[in-house]
């Protein structure tokens, strides 16, 4: 990346030579050079603008619970918005960096109905939102109202969801968008049914993955039709292990860091998995995480 900052992106506020240990809930990968987190939408459209005009590479990270990186990034934004979720009538609107648990927590706390699925699972909204992140049967897509998010060139964009922009474990919000935030439609109820809901969520997915264990979530996504954790655990893969990575014994689709795996390993153990389920099951896993790799970057 060029040297000094241009005066755009100086301002904003940033960090250098973050290491993406410290970034991700997995804990592997390289070094974040320079790390922007703007704290408004204004310093946001200012590092985008600013990127486009000058050519810059750069990559989005929300809360880095869906992330692998396999190597160094020169440039990363990373929003750091101080608002809270806000609530009209049965809608409920908060800001990409919001915690996606705490959104659920709220809305339970609100009386809010809707949200529960997404209790135990972690990241930030933008994260979600970039994902469609779902479980138990739904997904983000079936409460959303309305979405905010900058175009690749830096401009504002509000909008509700139209069919074809948000599927499984997909969104429009790629290729240099950056999701802001977010409306959901909520149903009223009953907040103690709400939270008894909640708890439920988060207790049978501490008791079925290896939350104990520094992880991505799973790591591929379900076949048509078939589960991919059952697929590797049929392979005879639970335990396979990388170093210190290793396809945890509670939950296949589960890859974990006990505590020093280096991308490397991690990505030899992903790529043995997609191998030997390839070769048992005649089936291609495709990744679900996010992967970060030098050699794709967005560019303008």
Known sequence: MPFPLPDALASIPHRRDVPFARLTTLGVGGICRWLFEPVSVAQAQAFVRACAREGLAWRMLGGGSNLVVLGDVDLALRLRFPEEPRRAGLELEAPASFGHIKLSLAAADLGLAGLEYASGIPGSVGGAM??????????????????????????????????????????????????????????????????????????????????????????????????????????????????????SPDHGNFLVNHGAATAAQFAELMALVRTRVREAHGVELEPEVEIWAATDMITR
């Open 130 to 247: 970039h994902m469609n992140a779902g479980a138990y049967g739904r997904e983000l897509v079936d409460v959303l109202a309305r979405y905010q998010f900058l175009t690749a060139e830096g401009e504002l964009v509000e909008k509700a969801p139209e069919p074809g922009e948000f599927r499984y474990r997909w969104s429009v919000l790629g290729g240099g968008r950056v999701a802001l935030g977010l409306t959901v439609r909520l149903a009223e109820g009953d907040p103690d049914r709400i939270r008894a809901l909640v708890e439920d969520y988060r207790r049978r997915r501490g008791t079925s993955q290896p939350l104990h264990k520094r992880n991505a979530g799973c790591i591929f996504k379900n076949p048509p039709g078939q589960s991919a954790g059952r697929l590797i655990d049929q392979a005879g893969l639970k335990g396979l292990r990388v170093g210190d990575a290793e396809v």
